[in-house]
């Protein structure tokens, strides 16, 4: 198994900016593929960026891309998500996800793809 450990988030104020971390631990050669997704309050889950751990492949959803920075450091089993010119919109609970196989660009941002998940980390921008 892998446990994900999510931090980061906090309340800020629209136009600022965030770095969440998910420091991955456990049998981590299950984590070829990591993703950032969220969720706010009445609504489905989201993918909004993806690194694949080998090449450092990443995929983002439309509506962040600019905004949002995927990037890992393997030394320190850490996948971070930066997030830039936060609107209220990007209310959310940021969860960290992983999976042992990598995700092409049709499936990658679908959350049932993936077998790991942290518990989250929110994000509040007013």
């Known amino acids: 198994h892998v446990q994900l450990v999510e931090s980061g988030g906090g309340s800020v104020q629209a136009g600022g900016s965030l770095r969440l971390s998910c420091a991955a631990s456990?049998?981590?050669?299950?984590?070829?593929?990591m993703a950032w997704f969220r969720q706010a309050p009445g609504k489905e889950r989201e993918g909004v960026a993806r690194?694949?751990?080998?090449?450092?492949?990443?995929y983002y959803a439309d509506s962040v891309k600019g905004r949002f920075t995927i990037s890992q450091d393997n030394a320190k089993n850490t996948v971070y998500l930066q997030i830039n010119s936060l609107s209220p919109e990007d209310t959310a609970m940021y969860y960290c996800?992983?999976?042992?196989?990598?995700?092409?660009?049709?499936?990658?941002?679908?959350?049932?793809?993936?077998?790991?998940w942290g518990q989250g980390t929110q994000v509040t921008v007013s």
């Open positions: 456990g049998y981590t050669y299950n984590r070829n593929c």
């Open positions: 996800a992983a999976d042992l196989s990598l995700k092409p660009e049709s499936r990658w941002n679908l959350p049932n793809e993936y077998r790991f």
């Open positions: 690194i694949a751990t080998g090449s450092g492949n990443t």
